[in-house]
């Protein structure tokens, strides 16, 4: 999830540079959302309490993004597009490398889960606390590129980006 703010941060202000239109906040809060919207389904498993960890359903299939992506084109322009397309792109990706549960990429032919660089074992405890919470390779990645994402903000807010 800091992965995905992170990238939703860089991919506004590549979108923002590609259409050479101002990088507003809330373009940039755009950018966050979108990147976040996939797991809009890990809300109902985290108020469940539930330790059982797949959060994978609709919004994580990519040909539902299709026509929304094409209704968003259609009502909001090729920027917003553009936007929302890539940070789809990116979560999906994302979710297929590491953390385990990987994409059902040919869904609906097929409910078969892609994944690569997979935790080996499953945590043995809730696996929000494992994953962001304790020093693993995964936390340091995520937050990583969430500090990247932050210093690219901060570079471009200085004019240096
Ligand atoms: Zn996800």
């Known amino acids: 999830m800091p992965l995905d703010i992170g990238f939703g941060i860089m991919l506004s ?3 923002a540079h590609l259409f050479s239109v101002p990088t507003t906040p809330s373009f940039i809060a755009l950018g966050v959302i979108f990147a976040l919207l996939p797991d809009v389904d890990m ?10 960890h797949d959060h994978r359903t609709y919004p994580h299939y990519p040909l539902v993004w299709v026509p929304i992506i094409a209704l968003v084109y259609f009502f909001a322009g090729p920027i917003i597009c553009t936007l929302l397309l890539l940070c789809i792109a990116m979560h999906l990706i994302h979710d297929t490398i590491g953390l385990g549960w990987g994409i059902a990429w040919l869904w609906p032919f097929s409910k078969r889960r892609f994944q690569f660089l997979a935790p080996k074992k ?5 696996w929000v606390i494992a994953y962001y919470f304790r020093p693993t390779p995964v936390a340091f990645i995520e937050y990583g590129v969430f500090l990247v994402g932050l210093c690219a903000l901060y570079a471009h807010i200085k004019g240096a980006l």
């Open 13 to 15: 202000l590549a979108t």
């Open 122 to 126: 499953e945590p043995r405890e809730h």
């Open 43 to 52: 809300l109902w498993y985290l108020a469940s309490r539930s330790t059982y």
